[in-house]
């Protein structure tokens, strides 16, 4: 038969033992209601809330609702009063046919916790149904040597009420020959047979007219009635006999239609037509006679239907073999239909959830029914899910199940679930159903933004333009939604001095990154600083990064002389002996770059000079030297313009103008400007004086070199020390002048100048100058070496010692103001 016969009529229950697991409500006891069929729509039944305990408003927040076996919709809970009322008007012939009692199974479905109860109501069956004859008219053939006594079995009447509603007498108009009496053929049903009281005389009376009545018990009783016409036959003296009284046989419900059911066999002893025998069925349903075939002739019953266990188990036959004298026998086929695993597990989804939020305990994603129309093992079941999945099948009443997760989901790692679940019986064959659900997996914030790298190096060029887009930074989430949506902010710096505000900007929706302001390379080379990453979920994640900002070098600064001062004051002269050399060091030009790189790579150049080809400037180290041998005639005073010059891009420079004197020899401690030319005649006469002043200061010379360290921890007490160091009033420096550089100086470089004062020998006093510096080196390419005023006083003793004939003096004349 086919699955899901749903279209007949519930004839049977089939129930489906599990076991019960514990659920909030399993101490409720079954009940059972009572209505009578044909009753109104909307009637009242019970007031289940008061019945389960439960109040009208916990009724309605825990979804109840009623379901029954059948899926029909015949009752209805009423949520806002918590009476179960009638949906449809109930005939309880259409629901249960002849059982009796008539029973609805029902279940109250509860939710959050789930809970099961159950109940029965019982349709109550009223006198609805008149008896029916299956003819309005019966034909009887007595032969007239019938003897008083001889029962005749008459067809019986059919009634579709139950109980004292269905029939429960049969009588017969009066008459001078019959009556009728009542039996009971023990499965309660009523079949009337005719009672000879009077033998027949054919001869007087050939024909009988009879009316059979059928009585219900009914209150008022209905009836129904049938015409018996009987038919006095010569004599014919024997009847055919079956040979078996009662047929009892078991056809599988799966047998084909055509199939032999059984095969009746009846004889009679007298011949010719008298013991011909034909077969007939003596009692016909409709549901009989669309279902089974009897051959005439030969008495087999055969299968025009197939057959249906859950709709009809068993069927009665009664068949007939009349001979041609008009005698007949009679036997009844009991026939019992045998169940076979032809209907597939049924499951009815109640409810389910999705989607469900990650990261929850055990939750209940749905509750589902199963059932299968079969009996014994074709009607066991079991139920269950596959193994890869994080959900579980328990068990409740009933044969409901609740499909519900193991433990918390990662949306994340699977936003999408397809569960199929399997219900299979234990019959032969195996006969499974599977029904999908898909569970979608909501998203929680529990994942922080991610950055894609921990920390980022971001290069600009200074002198860049305002709102600059110098870089990004990015940061994923794995979350979905607003919980992936991500919200990028500077963090407060680490170094409190960090203007970070003034500094750059972050674009909050993408990262980018951006320069507010024109950077400067000499005032910031690098600065560093944290962004954060935050999501729009509830509560919000976040996570932080390092971005380094290295700022590159521009060519903005142009060369720096530090010797010799160009300070707008009168030019420092530098004193040549006509005696050099070729290759004579008169001074070296020093210049420092406040780039770096190759911004700050120096080369020195002479432009212009009083006499070319007398002097030249080693481009590498602005080293300023005799270029050929000095002779009387070259002139006594020179000009040279120096430029200085970086490697940028494009170069910058910068000039610087030397003095030089051509002496004749050491003894002319300086030539004379020309304004000063008077005062230089007049101290000719103290030349002796002007050696010996000499001679002490190379002394104290030396003594200030054996005393540097003493000097520079006790720079204020030195003067006093030596007896003659002060502070020169004037345009000079204070004790110490820093003078910090990023470019071709390195490092922080200090110059201590120190004018030492001499009793002159002659008129006032001979100011003399004695230097000493720190050595700074240049960049990492370390092209130069710097020195200052200690390297100018070294190679004054080189160029001493380049003339040995002349006595060592101090060789530069600087004006006091310079």
Known sequence: MEAGGDRFPKQRQVLILFLLLGVALAGWESRRYSVTEETERGYFVANLAKDMGLGVRELAARGARVVSEDNEPRLQLDLQTGELILNEKLDREEMCGPTDPCVMHFQVLLKNPLGVFRAELLVKDINDHSPEFPEREMTLKIPE???????????????????????????????????????????????????????????????????LTALDGGSPPRSGTAQVRILVLDVNDNAPEFAQTLYQVQVPENSPVGALVVKV????????????????????????????????LSGEVR???????????????????????????????????????DNSPELTISSLTSPIPENSPETEVALFRIRDRDSGDNGRMTCSIQDDLPFLLKPSEENFYTLVTSGALDRESRAEYNITITVTDMGTPRLKTEHSITVLVSDVNDNAPAFTQTSYTLWVRENNSPALHIGSVSATDTDAGANAQLTYSLLPP??????????????????????????????????????????????????????RVLVLDANDNSPFVLYPLQNGSAPCTELVPRA???????????????????????????????????????????????????????????????????????????????????????????????????????????TVYLVVALASVSSLFLLSVLLFVAVRLCRRSRAASLGGCSVPEGPFPGHLVDVSGTGTLSQSYQYENCFWKLPSLLEGKLPMLSSQAAVSTLNSSGLLSVQSHLTVLTMRQQRMAQTPAISMQNTSRCHPHT
């Open 303 to 341: 299968l025009i239907k197939k057959l249906d266990f859950e709709t009809i188990s068993s069927y009665e036959l009664d068949i007939e073999a009349s001979d041609g004298g008009g005698l007949s026998g009679k036997c009844s086929v009991a026939i019992e239909v045998v169940d076979v695993n």
């Open 494 to 547: 680490q170094d409190p001095h960090l203007p970070l505000a003034s500094l750059v900007s972050i674009n909050a929706d993408n990262g980018h990154l951006f320069a507010l302001r024109s950077l400067d390379y000499e005032a910031l080379q690098a600065f560093e600083f944290g962004v954060g990453a935050t999501d729009r979920g509830s509560p919000a994640l976040s996570s932080q990064a390092r971005v």
């Open 145 to 211: 040597s019938s003897p008083p006594g001889t029962v005749f079995p008459l067809k019986k009447a059919q009634d579709l009420d139950v109980g004292n509603n269905n029939i429960q007498n049969y009588d017969i108009n009066p008459n001078s020959h019959f009556h009728v009496s009542t039996r009971d053929r023990g499965d309660g049903r009523k079949y009337p047979e005719l009672v000879l009281d009077k033998e027949l005389d054919r001869e007087e009376q050939a024909e009988l007219r009879l009316t």
């Open 265 to 296: 066999s009846a004889r009679d002893s007298d011949s010719g037509t008298n013991g011909e025998i034909s077969y007939f069925l003596f009692y016909t349903s409709q549901e009989i006679s669309t279902t089974f075939e009897l051959n005439t």
């Open 580 to 686: 050099a050399e070729a290759g004579y060091l008169v001074t070296k030009v020093v210049a420092v770059d406040g780039d770096s790189g190759q911004n700050a790579w120096l080369s020195y150049q002479l432009l212009k000079a009083t006499e070319p080809g007398l002097f030249g400037v080693w481009p590498h180290n602005g080293e300023v030297r005799t270029a050929r041998l000095l002779s009387e005639r070259d002139a006594p005073k020179h000009r040279l313009l120096v430029q200085v010059r970086d490697n940028g891009e494009p170069p910058r420079s910068a000039s610087v103008t030397l003095h030089v004197l051509l002496v004749d020899g050491f003894s002319q401690p300086y030539l004379p400007l020309p304004e000063a030319a008077a005062e230089q005649a007049r101290a000719d006469p103290l």
